[in-house]
């Protein structure tokens, strides 16, 4: 099944621990993108890749980190984490460039104490 | 900036009443308009694209330049329709999306 999925889904950790959250994707899609979702705030983008390694920040990148050693997969990685990193992330990848369908993964909620 | 600006939290309907969820934008260049759903316990998936000038589940959507809105409109609203909403819009050299803080519809009976 065509699908982008995310490991955890679900995560509580304490401040300044490392984490990093998967995103892999099954259809050799070339884009793929973290974003955040906060009440009230709507999706915001972390970062971006538009092909292996290659990648750029979003509108919201700081405290975080991504890599793309492979097409199929985008970490997000929490260097020293904060409470006000505690949302639900999101990562997505389309075909080509964002013209075309984003497909969304199914959410990771992360908790920061 | 570039900004996409729901004015609506929550938009509130009776089923069969017809529906706009409001969607403007500021982008100095050519606007590329999606409007993306999340359904409850669903993943977000688009709904429609203003490119595409296509009507899916009942939905519409037209871009007006002048006033820069691209709604959402649907005839008669229907339970299924519940929903969050975003719109969105590419920026940034068709690099980035940018979301609107969305709109929860709800249809009741």
């Known amino acids: 099944e065509a699908q982008v999925t995310q490991n955890p889904r679900y995560l509580i950790t304490v401040t300044g621990k490392k984490l990093t959250v998967t995103c892999s994707q099954n259809m050799n899609h070339e884009y793929m993108s973290w974003y955040r979702q906060d009440p009230g705030l709507g999706l915001r983008q972390i970062y971006y890749?538009?092909?292996?390694?290659?990648?750029d920040k979003g509108d919201v990148p700081e405290g975080y980190k991504v890599s793309r050693k492979e097409k199929r997969n985008f970490p997000l990685i929490l260097e020293s984490p904060s409470p006000n990193q505690t949302s639900l992330y999101f990562c997505a990848s389309s075909l080509g460039t964002l013209y075309n369908e984003q497909f969304f993964g199914p959410g990771t909620r992360l908790t920061v104490l | 900036a570039q900004r996409v600006t729901q004015p609506e939290k929550l938009l509130s309907v009776f089923k069969g009443a017809p529906v706009e969820l409001k969607c403007n934008y500021s982008y100095s260049g050519s606007p590329e308009l999606f409007w993306y759903v999340q359904y409850s316990r669903q993943r977000l998936q688009l709904l429609l694209r203003h490119i595409s000038r296509e009507s899916i589940k009942g939905f519409t959507a037209d871009l007006n330049k002048g006033e820069t809105s691209f709604h959402l409109k649907k005839p008669f609203a229907q339970e299924e329709d519940s929903a969050m909403y975003y719109c969105?819009?590419?920026?940034?050299?068709?690099?980035?999306?940018?979301f609107g803080t969305g709109t929860r519809l709800q249809v009741t009976l």
């Open positions: 969105a819009n590419i920026t940034g050299t068709a690099s980035k999306l940018t």
């Open positions: 890749s538009m092909n292996v390694e290659v990648t």
